[in-house]
């Protein structure tokens, strides 16, 4: 009897399925009865035309609003909506904008029609969000600033007020992904005011998580990391359990980078991880927040010194990535950049930076297919690759004459990304600096000895200004400039003192065996053979293999990046813990 109905049911299942198809084959004959649809039934109908690879004929039902907002109702199914969505964008459509002029004249026909305004913003905010969360920062911008004029058009009630603030969260993160930094300070500054706003009408609520997390994240990508930090401290401490799981795993994850970039390794390990264990739980391993939290758990374990780990888990959010977002995304060229620097870090001393080299060049591809002009979101990606050319120069060029064009190109890569870095920054910034210390690099391979030692001063200058003398950006540039004075220009007592502050540096934040330490202790090596300081040279012979005792030991007791059998701790315990450190 039970296998009979276990029949049955499987029957049933492949009649509503032959009744899909059925329907699909002759969608146009059926197009006016569409409406009657459930919601479901009807995602149903257009999944299977994307399965079929229908798409010109799909293009046209998801470009329509009203059809399009029925669709967006079907929340268990957003990874097929995602992977259809993008489809269509690669074959051509422009689904993506055909919406956002759609929902422009939406927003111009229902400013008399309170009824219809308030129907057209929860419209506009689920639309907004869709298209961000798919990679298309621009239609989403487009669609979340007219939902923005229909919002503050509004009385500012308190709940209108928050209707405001739930746009500008949405609005923000757009805005943040796309480095659109200028409007997003605008769009932080209103979000600023209807708090206050809202505290003056004595609603002073404590349900800001999300969007102090989106504050956060506009500081971090503009690397301003003491707000980027202070903000996430703030949306920590507005977590509740009863918040969407989403919201929690956002919060935790920018909080978690924000402690990388202070050197809290033990904060950020404990948040970052929460955040993994929570999104495998709620959305599996297969869906993009599980790649967002792949990606940043990536970046902890690469700061964390912990290479190997990070680039598994860099190539296990890009595979995740491709698989919903095809090949020509945002998201999928970003997971290229983040693979491609982990890469290089790891194949550093081996030389071999083709697979490195490979994932950067997609990256570039991607973006500048997708990006109007020089965007900034290309100069980290050439940052990126112009560091791969340049090892490959020193490395593996075959002629001296493939070495200089390499170097050559790598030269133009890095002031490209400078340039880019100085309009969207300024001078006074972190990548900026970061910027003329590659610069320096290049200039030391490429013997231009003078400029070289300039552009290291910038980047110490600029990092000490910014970030304090003793950070770990700091430690690194004053490295690069020991190694240019010690290798190049016979100034080593001067190399001397450079190596013992950039070794102090990473001893303070990251302990004895940091891999870093090997590049100061054999350059403190060079400095004492050749100043004939022999009980130096030998002191530092011992240091040196004392390190390589140490790193081997690291590496034994290194843990899998993911326990598969843990689970997340409740967020309340978490948050005691993170604040008890």
């Known amino acids: 009897m039970a296998e009979g109905c276990e029949k049955l049911v499987q029957s049933m299942k492949t009649l509503y399925k032959l009744g899909v198809s059925a329907v699909a084959d002759r969608l146009p004959t059926y197009k006016k009865y569409l409406v009657y649809l459930p919601e479901n039934i009807l995602f149903d109908l257009y999944y299977q035309l994307y399965q079929e690879r229908r798409l010109c004929l799909l293009g046209v039902e998801l470009g329509d609003l009203e059809t399009f907002s029925r669709i967006l109702n079907v929340t268990n199914r957003r990874v097929h909506l995602l992977q259809s969505f993008q ?11 055909e919406l956002a002029i759609s929902y422009d ?20 905010l689920r639309l907004g969000a869709f298209l961000s969360d798919a990679g298309w920062y621009a239609e989403s911008e487009r669609v979340l600033l007219a939902c ?51 505290k003056y009408g004595g609603y002073d ?5 999300a969007l102090y997390a989106e504050f956060s994240i506009l500081f971090f990508i503009r690397s301003e990391y003491d707000r980027a930090y202070r903000w996430g401290i703030e949306a920590l401490r507005q977590l509740k359990p009863t918040l969407p799981a989403q919201v929690i795993i956002d919060v935790l994850r920018q909080a978690a980078k924000s402690c990388v970039v202070k050197r809290e390794f033990q904060k950020a390990g404990l948040l970052i991880r929460q955040a993994l264990y929570l999104a495998k739980e709620i959305f599996d391993t297969d869906h993009p927040k599980y790649s967002d939290v792949l990606i940043d758990y990536g970046f902890y374990l690469l700061n964390y010194d912990c290479i190997v780990n990070s680039v598994a888990v860099y190539e296990a959010a890009l595979e995740i990535r491709k698989a919903i977002f095809g090949k020509t995304n945002l998201h999928v060229a970003l997971a290229h950049e983040d693979l491609a620097y982990a890469l290089y870090v790891y194949e ?6 083709q697979k490195a080299s490979d994932h950067a060049g997609k990256a570039i591809d991607i973006m500048e297919k997708l990006l109007v002009g020089d965007h900034i979101m290309l100069a980290s990606a050439k940052r990126v690759k112009a560091l791969i050319l340049e090892e490959i120069a020193l490395d593996n060029a075959p002629t001296p004459l493939s070495e200089q064009t390499l170097l050559q190109k ?53 990092k000490e200004e910014l970030l304090g003398p003793e950070d770990y950006e700091v430690g690194l540039s004053a490295g690069h400039l020991a190694s240019l004075y010690n290798f190049h220009m016979n100034r080593y007592r001067d190399a001397e003192k450079l190596y013992y502050r950039s070794i102090a540096i990473s001893l303070k934040l990251f302990g004895k065996s940091y891999s870093g330490l090997e590049y100061d202790y054999r350059g403190l090596l060079h400095v004492y053979t050749k100043l004939d300081e022999r009980d130096k040279v030998l002191e530092y012979m011992d240091t040196l293999n004392h390190w390589k005792e140490l790193r081997d030991k690291h590496a034994l007791s290194e843990d899998p990046p993911i326990d598969l059998q843990k689970r997340s701790q409740p967020i309340q315990e978490v948050l005691t813990m993170f604040f008890s450190m």
């Not at 004029?149 to 009385?155: F, H, P, Q």
């Not at 309009?423 to 003078?450: C, D, I, P």
């Not at 400029?451 to 910038?458: F, G, I, P, T």
């Open 87 to 97: 489809a269509l964008m690669d074959h051509g459509t422009m689904v993506g904008k």
């Open 105 to 124: 004249i939406c927003c111009l026909c229902v400013k008399e029609n309170h009824v219809a305004q308030d129907k057209a913003i929860n419209l506009g």
């Open 148 to 198: 923005k004029k229909l919002c503050i058009a509004d009385e500012p009630t308190p709940e209108n007020l928050c209707r405001i603030l739930e746009c500008c969260h949405k609005l923000l993160h757009a805005q943040a992904a796309y480095c659109a930094f200028r409007d997003a300070a605008e769009t932080h500054q209103l979000a600023m005011d209807t708090i206050q706003q809202l």
């Open 205 to 209: 609520s404590d349900d800001h998580a």
């Open 348 to 353: 550093y001393n081996s030389g071999k930076f």
């Open 410 to 462: 790598s030269e133009s890569l890095h002031l490209s990304a400078l340039q880019l870095a100085k309009t969207a920054f300024g001078e006074r910034n972190v990548q900026t600096a970061k910027h003329y210390g590659n610069l320096g690099r290049l200039y030391q391979s490429m013997r231009k000895f003078e400029e070289a030692e300039a552009m290291h001063l910038k980047a110490i200058s600029i």
